[in-house]
């Protein structure tokens, strides 16, 4: 496995790449990062060239005070990726806000892709739940929480996207990259810096896409629920739905044995470029 540390405007990005075949990108959301798609990373590997990536103000890239997190941002730096990487256009798997970044450097930047896989994907109003317009409304406030509260709070929160109870080592892996001073600023900025704006500024072209597109989804997604999957299906011309059955928001967590199986099956169908 390659590891690197893209310069981009001022941030530092993380990315790795490991195996060998048609180029794979996995998409992280939040408040994840590519630590929770490693496993798939790691089974993909022997049949494809994976691509992982921190978005600035997430897991190991850099999260510097005063930079914009924006979906914006992170859809123009996923283009400027993909441009870097080069080679032929590759599969995007994305989650949660990683779909809205990937629909965004496909849709606004011209980012080639050979398909698309929008699992549990921030894609449709509305979106933001009650805690972030909270945080939104009272940044500063929470970032100055004592580190207990905060962690307590995190652990909460990441808790509840999960249809079955985490493990000390899941929880961990997904908490981590948020604790400490640096961590609990970022953690706070990266969901005032949430927008809806983002989708729907896009959610009008869904229909012009014309490439390959499975949308899958947990049926039990209390964060965004399974409806949305039913419509974004609906708008995306041709758009395979798969639907995992029991599965929360974090559907990799939760059905890891159904998502791998799914992602192959898709992967493997789709007609090479």
Sequence with gaps: METHEYPWRGRRVHWSRRGSGPPLVLCHGTPWSSALWEPYADALSSQYTVHLWDMPGYGRSSKDDGHDVSLAVQGE???????????????????????????????????????????????????????????????????????????????????????GALTESQSSMLTTPWLGAEGQRAFYRQIAAADQAHTDEIEPLYPTIAVPTLVAWGTADTWIPVDRAHRLAGLVPGARLELIEGAGHLVQLDAPVALTALLQRWLGSVPPR
């Excluded at 894609?123 to 939104?136: D, E, I, K, T």
């Excluded at 500063?140 to 207990?148: K, N, R, T």
């Design 77 to 163: 730096l996923l283009a400027d990726l993909l441009r870097l990487w080069g080679g032929p256009p590759p599969h995007l798997v994305t989650h949660d806000i990683g779909g809205a970044a990937g629909l965004r450097a496909h849709l606004l930047h011209g980012a080639p892709v050979a398909s698309l896989a929008l699992i549990d994907v921030v894609a449709l109003a509305p979106w933001g739940s009650p805690f972030y317009r909270l945080v939104g409304s009272h940044p500063s406030v929470f970032e100055a929480l004592p580190a207990a509260m905060h962690e307590a709070l995190l652990r909460a929160y990441v808790a509840g996207a999960a249809a």
